[in-house]
Structure formats: structure tokens, C-alpha cells
């Protein structure tokens, strides 16, 4: 018994004639009845009682009917979910992030997405890069965003958009005024950072000593909030990605950091092997969202000049 033997089957039970069932399938009638027999026979039973006028369920065909209905019914749904799944119109994407990528285009892109994919679900997973680096590999996550390239042979990171790194100062700092700051100009402050195992603020604490001194830490954390929090506070400052300055923020300024190499550009990887249709539309529409938003920082950075 096979599917097709059940839609053949299907359709002379509906239309009560091998004539006008072999019309319906656009088939001619033999290869119809001989495929209704072969089902007889690898069932052992009678499905029709096949007369002049034509057919007529058995008692056993009557009981087939009601299951083979369900069964292409269900074969039909598989088939369509399938299908959709390979486009990328359903399905899963599991995503892991750091916290500073949720002041940028990403929660606008998740919102976009959702909006006009309602059938493919996503979830939010909170690791630091190295963390992304290991879930990706064993699958538990299907794309991670960091501020640095994968550094394992199994995944490939795309850049998804460059980004400077901005000096987070209380308003009443003596810098504050300033268009652009050097690292070496902050040599007498109190820090504030994110996660210094992240590789941006490894990146900035060796521009530090590069440049001759060694900063001094008050606090680290997680949390941008926490950090910004502190540096409105007039505990120190911070170095920070560029995405998270475009809020104000109350009693903090932003300013350029002139530092040549140290940067927090936005990294997408993804397993290597992988072909995920859904995250590649949501991709792509990362992309046109990313334009947007780098149109609008832009147009903010000319208003303020």
C-alpha cells in the first residue's frame, strides 16, 4: 500500500466510477484499476463491488475511506510544512547575543521579522563570544552576533556592520566638549567597562597600555545600563560601543575614540556546513535594517556638528 494507491482510491470512492475517477487523476482507467486491485490484494480484502452502473464500497473499503482520507490529509499538511520550512517561511532560528547588540538594529530586525514571518519562531540566548563560539558548534544555537570574528575552523562569521567605539563621560568631565578622544587623554580616569573577558575591552585595555599606561578599573559589568549608570554617576569612564550612544542618556556624553585599530564591529557567525533558510531571510533583512539605522546615526552626527 503506498500513497498514491490511496489517493487512486480516494477518488473512485468519491466518484462512485472508475470512468469518471480515472478523468478526475487525469489517468487512463486501467492503470487506475489495476493500482485498486494491487491495493485488494496487499490488503486481502474487497474494496468495491464493482457493477454495471459502477462502484460501491465494501464495508471494508467504507472503513478504508475514513483512514485514508486522514492519512493523505496528513501527508498533504507534512508536505506543505516541509516545503515552507526549506523557504524559510517556518521553522526556529536560536540566537545568541551579547547585550550591548540589543541597542542596535537587531531588536528592530527581530521586530520586522516577526511581524512578517509569524510561523518561524526565534529565542534569545544570552552568551558571552567564546560561550556563542562553543553553543554554535554543538548546535544549541543557530547564529550568534559579537562584537569579533569566530575563531574556530567549524564557523564563519560575516561582518554585519563596522562600528566605532565611543568614550561614555559624565557631562561635567573636562572632555566632554570634545569631538574626539585619545585613549592616552583618559589616562588619569577611573574606568567603568563591560565584561572584561569580551574582546573589544581586551582590545581597549591593551590600546591602553600601548599607549602607556595602565587603566585603572573601578567596576566592570554585563550590564550597558550598569555601566552607563555608573558613568552618569561621575564614578569614571568608559569605553563603548557606538550603538549604545544613540539614547540619550542622562548626564552622559558621548565622544569619537581616536584610536586607530580598536573597534566594536558587529560579527553574525554561523556553523560553516549550515543551510538554515529562515536565518538567512532574517539575515537579509538584517542587512536592509542595518542600512537604515547607519543612515539615521549619520544624519544624528551631522546634526550635532
Not at 547588540?101 to 530586525?109: D, F, N
Not at 575563531?151 to 556592520?161: H, P
Not at 540619550?248 to 543551510?275: C, H, I, K, M, W
Request: glycine residues 6%; aromatic residues 6%; proline residues 5%.
Amino acid at each position: 500500500m503506498d500513497l498514491r494507491q490511496l489517493r487512486y482510491f480516494i477518488a473512485v470512492a468519491e466518484e462512485g466510477n472508475f470512468s469518471r475517477a480515472a478523468e478526475r487523476l487525469h489517468i487512463s482507467q486501467p492503470p487506475l484499476s489495476q493500482q485498486i486491485m494491487a491495493l485488494e490484494d496487499s490488503l486481502h480484502v474487497t474494496l468495491f463491488v464493482r457493477g454495471r452502473h459502477g462502484a460501491r464500497l465494501t464495508r471494508a473499503g467504507e472503513a478504508l475511506l475514513v483512514r485514508a482520507r486522514s492519512i493523505v490529509s496528513d501527508c498533504d499538511s507534512v508536505e506543505k510544512l516541509v516545503r515552507r520550512v526549506a523557504d524559510g517561511l517556518e521553522g526556529y532560528i536560536r540566537i545568541g547575543i551579547i547585550n550591548s547588540v540589543m541597542y542596535g538594529p537587531l531588536p528592530r530586525t527581530m521586530h520586522l521579522f516577526q511581524k512578517h514571518n509569524p510561523e518561524v519562531e526565534w529565542t534569545l540566548h544570552e552568551l558571552l563570544p567564546e560561550q556563542q563560539q562553543e553553543a554554535l558548534v554543538a548546535g544549541k544555537i543557530d547564529v550568534g552576533f559579537a562584537c569579533s570574528a569566530a575563531t574556530r575552523a567549524e564557523l564563519r562569521s560575516i561582518r554585519v556592520y563596522p562600528q566605532p567605539l565611543r568614550v561614555a563621560l559624565p557631562s561635567e568631565h573636562p572632555l566632554a566638549k570634545r569631538r574626539r578622544i585619545a585613549l592616552k587623554a583618559l589616562a588619569g580616569d577611573a574606568f567603568v567597562l563591560l565584561n572584561t573577558q569580551s574582546p573589544i575591552i581586551r582590545d581597549v585595555l591593551a590600546a591602553c597600555v600601548r599607549d602607556g599606561f595602565q587603566p585603572r578599573v573601578l567596576h566592570e559589568s554585563i550590564d550597558p545600563e550598569t555601566v552607563l549608570s555608573l558613568v552618569g554617576a561621575g564614578v569614571g569612564v568608559s569605553i563603548l560601543p557606538e550603538s549604545l550612544s544613540t539614547t540619550p542618556r542622562e548626564n552622559v556624553v558621548f565622544v569619537r575614540l581616536d584610536e586607530r585599530g580598536v573597534n566594536a564591529d558587529l560579527y553574525a557567525s554561523v556553523r560553516r556546513d549550515d543551510t538554515l533558510p529562515a536565518l538567512e531571510r532574517f539575515l537579509a533583512l538584517l542587512e536592509e535594517v542595518t542600512l537604515e539605522w547607519q543612515r539615521e546615526i549619520g544624519a544624528k552626527d551631522m546634526d550635532a556638528e
